[in-house]
């Protein structure tokens, strides 16, 4: 399903389960040494499907460690992004010198808990909403821009710092309302099986 949304050169790995056979590093495994289950799952699926997607790149395994504000770290050379939810695993790489950064998004397909839509969208952005009924899509698209822009930036982006246009076509887009080494992003989005996936993709050649 992911592989829908990216452009030639980004390599991608999605389960729709955890049943994989994948022994952690130790560096991997003191991350997670005190999570639930459910945690581990996420964490080790999503690890899998790195490795996964790296070894298309030719690029040896290795140990993917959580960094600052919790953003894989990816081998030298690398862009990437994880994503997770409940029977969903996904991840994305790249190599640097194509794309400077790269976000993926997967949620259930289905309304946002109560309050939620207010405290991560901007009016202009809720008007739009009843063209597709879907808030939770808007929230994806933004985590997808967050996951893009914090490699970039290595700073924070609130949800209301980026004003995002969603379309009937499959893509959105969206623009960003602080300085930064991007104006703004170009994304695209899925609804199948019960989810809903958004990628955002930044050419090499894309920052300004």
Same mark, same amino acid.
């Given at each position: 399903m992911i592989g829908d949304l990216l452009p030639s050169g980004v390599a991608w790995s999605e389960r729709f389960d955890d049943e994989v056979a994948e022994a952690l590093y130790p560096s991997e495994e003191? #991350?997670?040494? @005190?999570? #639930?289950? @459910?945690r581990r799952r996420e964490f080790t699926t999503g690890r899998w499907c790195a490795r996964q997607a790296l070894h298309q790149l030719g690029v040896p395994p290795a140990p993917i460690l959580p960094g600052e504000r +919790?953003? =894989? +770290?990816? =081998?030298? +050379?690398? $862009?990437?992004s994880i994503t997770h939810c409940e029977g969903y695993r996904a991840a994305v790489v790249a190599h640097l010198?194509?794309? $400077?950064? #790269?976000? #993926?998004? $997967? !949620? =259930?397909?289905e309304p946002l808990p109560p309050g939620v839509l207010d405290a991560i969208? /901007? =009016? !202009? !952005?809720?008007?739009? /909403?009843? $063209?597709?009924a879907w808030d939770r899509l808007l929230f994806s698209a933004k985590e997808s821009i967050y996951k893009a822009w914090f490699p970039l930036a290595r700073r924070w982006l609130d949800f209301t710092e980026a004003r995002v246009e969603l379309r009937e076509d499959g893509t959105f887009s969206a623009k960003l309302l602080v300085d930064g080494p991007v104006s703004g992003f170009e994304g695209r989005w899925l609804a199948d099986t019960g989810l809903l996936l958004t990628a955002v993709t930044v050419p090499a050649n894309g920052l300004r």
């Open positions: 003191q #991350v997670i040494a @005190k999570a #639930v289950p @459910k +919790g953003a =894989p +770290g990816w =081998p030298q +050379g690398i $862009a990437g010198d194509a794309y $400077a950064s #790269v976000g #993926v998004d $997967a !949620e =259930p397909n969208s /901007l =009016p !202009e !952005e809720r008007a739009q /909403l009843s $063209a597709f």
